[in-house]
């Protein structure tokens, strides 16, 4: 059982260190056709940073309630009481902030939709891990909470939340990752502007 959480962990961020690797390197070669100091261009970085501030905030919060704890319990109350996989919903709403700061369409619909596909596949695989760990516990959890859309009439607080700073600051040291997006997409315009990187394609 601990074998199998840890091997679709190591895959799922080595699936997701690559996944960063190509789109830093399209990145690297393609230029938005949406100008860079246009209005639109300004309101959909504001909304895709507000997304990036939520989805790390997020992604705080869920650890409060399941840091160090996922292995060993069936966690059920907080963010986990309205949907079964809050760290995942938070981190779908970083992706669709990646695509709105990009200022390109194009990874703004490409982006959410492989999130959606890959995610779809690691949770279904989770999902086996811990029905097998939990039994019918687990099933039961399965029928009365949403997978994926929240149902914020289910919350349920925990009588006695534990919480281990340790992998709340973890957490915190891996989604700051998010908020690199803005400046990196910024940095990369101004080097196609200035000539110093060619532009090898325009994205709508």
């Not at 501030?53 to 996922?70: D, E, N, Q």
């Not at 700051?176 to 000539?195: R, Y």
Request: aromatic share 12%.
């Amino acid at each position: 059982m601990a074998e199998s959480s840890a091997r679709l962990i190591r895959g799922r961020i080595l699936h997701t260190r690559i996944a960063a690797a190509f789109l830093i390197l399209l990145l690297l070669f393609q230029y938005p056709l949406l100008p860079s100091q246009g209005v639109l261009r300004g309101l959909l970085e504001t909304a895709g940073y507000a997304l990036l501030i939520a989805c790390v905030l997020g992604r705080v919060w869920c650890s409060a309630y399941i840091g160090g704890r996922k292995k060993r319990d069936l966690v059920a109350s907080g963010p986990f009481s309205i949907v079964r996989n809050p760290l995942y919903v938070f981190s779908f709403l970083g992706v669709i902030g990646i695509g709105l700061v990009s200022g390109t369409v194009t990874l703004l619909v490409a982006l959410p939709v492989l999130f959606a596909v890959y995610y779809r596949v690691v949770v279904a695989r989770e999902e086996a891990v811990l029905t097998e760990k939990f039994g019918e516990a687990y099933r039961a959890y399965c029928r009365a909470v949403p997978r994926w859309v929240p149902n914020f009439r289910l919350w349920r607080e925990a009588a006695e939340p534990v919480v281990e700073p340790r992998f709340v600051f973890n957490t915190m040291r891996d989604s700051v990752w998010f908020f690199v997006a803005l400046p990196a997409f910024q940095s990369i315009e101004w080097l196609h502007e200035q000539g110093i990187l060619p532009t090898l394609l325009r994205l709508p």
